[in-house]
C-alpha cells in the first residue's frame, strides 16, 4: 500500500467521522428541550406625554431683622396659627443656650415616650405582638415615604427592642436632663423674643423667591405668561429664615404642546408623575388650557395630594398619564395560541410543563402585557416563564430542570 492510499482512508475517515457527529448532534438537537425560564413581573405601560412646567402654592415667606434666630418649628411638619415658630435671641452665646434647650426638650420627649411604651408592656407574648407590629407600621411608612410616621414607628420599634436593657438608664438620663432643662427655668425671656406663626400651614426653611406668585393669580394663564414665569430669575429674598405653605391644594403649570392639548378638558382627570422627585402618581384636575400659541397651550393642574413630599419642587418635568395598563409581562417568544386562538403559555412547576391560559390587554414587538387573575390557575407574579423549548405539552415532565 503506497502513501497516497493511507492519506486518502485517513481524509474518508476523518469526513465520515465529522458526517457522523453532524447527524447524533441534530438528533440530539431536535429531541432535546432547550428549555430557558425567566420568572414573571408585573408591568405597567402608560399612555402620557411629558411637560415642563412649574409648582405654584399658596406660600407665606417668613422674616426676621435678628442676626441670632433659632428656629424651633420642625421643617415640613403643621404647624397652627399662634405655634411657636422661632426665638430671636441677641449674642450668638444666647442662640446656644436656646438651641441646646430646644435639643433638651425633644430628647425629653423621646425618652418618655420610650418608657411610657415599656411600661404598656405588660408580658413577653404583648411584647412580641407589639414588635411585629411596629416592624409593620415602619415598613409601610418607608415604603409611602411618610417620614413623620418613619420616625414615630422607628423610636417605637426600638423602644420595644431593647426596653429590657434600657429602661432603668432611660429613666435615669430622663431625671438628668428634667433637671438640667430644671436650672434654666427661672431664665428671664423677653416676649418680643417670641415668634410665633402668624397662620396655619406647613412650615418649611427652603425659599427660592417664587413665592410671590399665588395660587389665585395662576387659575388661567397664556403662554406667553407661562414661559415668563418659568425664565424668571429669582432667589431667596434678603432676611427670609423660612416660609408656611397655607393650602393643601397646589397647582402645576404646565407648557404643553397643542397635539397633547387636544386630548385634555377642563375638569379632566389625569395623574401626574414627577419621577426625580416622587415615587408614585399624583391625581390631578385640569383647571384651565390656554389658547394656542406658537403650537403650545399653558394647562394648568390643580391637586391636593403629596405636599409634603413635594415642597421642594418648584420647576420640574411632569409626565402626564392619561391611563395607565398593569399586568403581567410576556415575552413574544413565551406565546402561545392553539387551534381555536386561545392564547396560552408554559410555566414550570416543580420539573412539569403547566399550560396557563392568558389574557393579551396590549402588546409590542418583544412583549405582551396579559391581565391579571386571582384564580389558582391563572398565571401569577413569580411563576417559572418558559421562554423557549422543544415539544412542550402540558403536564410533560423535564428531568434536570428545577
Known amino acids: 500500500m503506497n502513501r497516497t492510499d493511507i492519506y486518502t482512508k485517513i481524509i474518508a475517515a476523518v469526513l465520515f467521522l465529522a458526517f457522523a457527529f453532524y447527524i447524533v448532534s441534530w438528533l440530539w438537537n431536535s429531541t432535546n428541550e432547550n428549555i430557558k425560564t425567566e420568572p414573571v413581573q408585573t408591568f405597567a405601560i402608560s399612555d402620557s406625554d411629558e411637560a415642563d412646567g412649574i409648582v405654584i402654592r399658596d406660600e407665606e415667606v417668613l422674616f426676621s431683622s435678628k442676626q441670632f434666630l433659632s428656629i424651633q418649628a420642625e421643617d415640613g411638619k403643621e404647624i397652627s396659627k399662634g405655634a411657636l415658630l422661632a426665638i430671636s435671641t441677641d449674642s450668638e452665646e444666647d442662640l446656644e443656650e436656646t438651641n441646646h434647650l430646644a435639643e ?25 405582638d407589639n414588635v411585629a407590629s411596629s416592624a409593620r407600621k415602619l415598613a409601610s411608612s418607608v415604603a409611602t415615604q411618610d417620614y413623620a410616621a418613619t420616625d414615630t414607628a422607628a423610636l417605637d420599634l426600638s ?66 405668561g407661562l414661559k415668563d414665569l418659568m425664565h424668571q430669575s429669582s432667589e431667596p429674598e434678603e432676611g427670609a429664615y423660612g416660609k408656611i405653605i397655607r393650602s393643601f391644594t397646589w397647582h402645576f403649570l404646565a407648557l404643553v404642546n397643542s397635539d397633547t392639548a387636544q386630548r385634555l378638558s377642563e375638569g379632566a382627570k389625569v395623574s401626574l408623575s414627577f419621577p426625580r422627585y416622587y415615587s408614585g402618581l399624583i391625581p390631578a384636575t ?43 409581562k410576556v415575552p413574544v417568544s413565551a406565546m402561545h395560541v392553539d387551534d381555536d386562538g386561545n392564547s396560552f403559555v408554559y410555566c414550570l412547576t416543580a420539573k412539569t410543563v403547566e399550560r396557563k391560559q392568558v389574557e393579551i390587554l396590549t402588546s409590542n414587538d418583544e412583549y405582551y402585557l396579559v391581565k391579571q387573575d386571582t384564580s389558582s390557575s391563572a398565571l401569577h407574579e413569580g411563576d417559572t416563564l418558559i421562554t423557549a423549548g422543544k415539544n412542550l405539552f402540558d403536564g410533560k415532565v423535564l428531568d434536570g430542570q428545577s
Not at 191 to 209: H, K, L, Y
Not at 291 to 297: A, H, M, S, T, V
Open 104 to 128: 433638651l426638650s425633644r430628647e425629653i420627649s423621646r425618652l418618655e415616650t420610650f418608657l411610657s411604651s415599656s411600661a404598656s408592656v405588660v408580658d413577653a407574648s404583648s411584647r412580641d
Open 159 to 224: 423602644s420595644l427592642l431593647f426596653m429590657q436593657d434600657a429602661s432603668d438608664k432611660a429613666e435615669a438620663k430622663l431625671n438628668k436632663l428634667k433637671a438640667e432643662q430644671e436650672s434654666y427655668s427661672n431664665a428671664s425671656r423677653d416676649d418680643d423674643a417670641i415668634i410665633e406663626a402668624p397662620s396655619a400651614g406647613i412650615f418649611t426653611r427652603t425659599t427660592d423667591g417664587f413665592e410671590s406668585t399665588s395660587s389665585s393669580e395662576v387659575t388661567s394663564i397664556s403662554v406667553s
Open 286 to 328: 385640569v383647571l384651565s388650557i390656554s389658547k394656542e400659541d406658537g403650537g403650545n397651550c399653558a394647562v394648568v393642574f390643580s391637586t391636593k395630594y403629596a405636599l409634603s413630599e413635594t415642597m421642594a419642587m418648584r420647576h420640574a418635568t411632569a409626565e402626564i398619564i392619561f391611563s395607565q395598563s398593569n399586568g403581567l
